[in-house]
């Protein structure tokens, strides 16, 4: 089991930046692909960014070259930079566990709480 808790989200100006944070407990981490996923109200939840254990990462195409997802497994912490951020970044945003490095929900194992970012205009 892993258990994830995401912090760092809030309201942000269009253009400004934001860091996000996951801190994970539990047993076998270091197993795990880490992803960012974010579902806006009334859209579906979609894969942001997802980084194995060698730092490979893969990016959705919105978010390329503004995000970068990165993680410290001594701290057994997953983080999201978001730089440039626009009123359609605006979502919960959720940490996750996946057993494929890839940006499909249906590979997620375990899941945060999500954390709430607003980008205003």
């Known amino acids: 089991q892993v258990q994830l808790v995401e912090s760092g989200g809030g309201p942000v100006q269009a253009g400004g930046s934001l860091r996000l944070s996951c801190v994970a407990s539990?047993?076998?981490?270091?197993?795990?692909?880490m992803a960012w996923f974010r579902q806006a109200p009334g859209a579906e939840r979609e894969g942001v960014a997802v980084?194995?254990?060698?730092?490979?990462?893969r990016y959705a195409d919105s978010v390329k070259g503004r995000f970068t997802i990165s993680r410290d497994n001594a701290k057994k912490t997953l983080y999201l930079q978001m730089n440039s951020l626009k009123p359609e970044d605006t979502a919960m945003y959720y940490c996750?566990?996946?057993?494929?490095?890839?940006?499909?929900?249906?590979?997620?194992?375990?899941w945060g709480q999500g954390t709430q970012v607003t980008v205003s205009s």
């Open positions: 996750a566990a996946s057993s494929r490095w890839s940006l499909s929900v249906d590979d997620v194992n375990y």
């Open positions: 539990g047993y076998g981490y270091t197993r795990y692909q």
């Open positions: 980084i194995d254990n060698i730092r490979a990462t």
